[in-house]
């Protein structure tokens, strides 16, 4: 009997030992293995999120990217015609300097013209003068013919 008894005890004290357990060990230790898994859960999720934003992060920098070269092409575009512009007016602004330095050209050199006959003119009056002195074997006195020397100018 002492098999039974003993059996009978050890079923009785392992019975105590299962519900104290139940009581008082086993609830923090389900609540520390949710705890857990929650934490596991959370962990995995947030991990898919950043997953899907680093995604959507590669994809928004794809794009700025490409609006990025998209905006030096169309910058670029813009600078060579403006480029081209700024010659064409450089062009135009050293043509109309040109022409307007031909024209002062013209001018003086059509003042040089004038003067050189003037000086011509004078010159053949003087000798006109002096040949009709000799011709004449007297002098001509230009102050008292002064208006018909100019006359004899105006002719030439």
Do not use: Y
């Amino acid at each position: 009997m002492n098999i039974n008894m003993t059996l009978i005890g050890q079923s009785i004290t392992f019975a105590i030992f299962v519900w104290f357990c139940m009581k008082f060990v086993w609830p923090p230790i389900v609540s520390a293995l949710e705890t857990r898994k929650k934490q596991i859960a959370d962990g995995l999720a947030a991990a898919d999120r950043g997953k899907h934003e680093l995604e959507l992060a590669a994809r928004r920098a794809s794009e700025t990217m490409h609006e990025a070269k998209l905006k030096a092409v169309d910058i670029i575009a813009q600078a060579e015609k403006r480029a081209i512009q700024i010659v064409e007016e450089a062009k135009g602004v050293a043509k109309d300097e040109g022409d307007r330095m031909i024209a002062a050209a013209k001018a003086e050199i059509g003042q040089e013209s004038h003067r050189a006959r003037e000086a011509l003119r004078g010159e053949v009056a003087a000798l006109v003068v002096a040949g009709a002195a000799k011709v004449l074997r007297r002098e001509v006195d230009a102050s008292a013919h002064a208006v018909l020397l100019d006359a004899i100018k105006n002719e030439l």
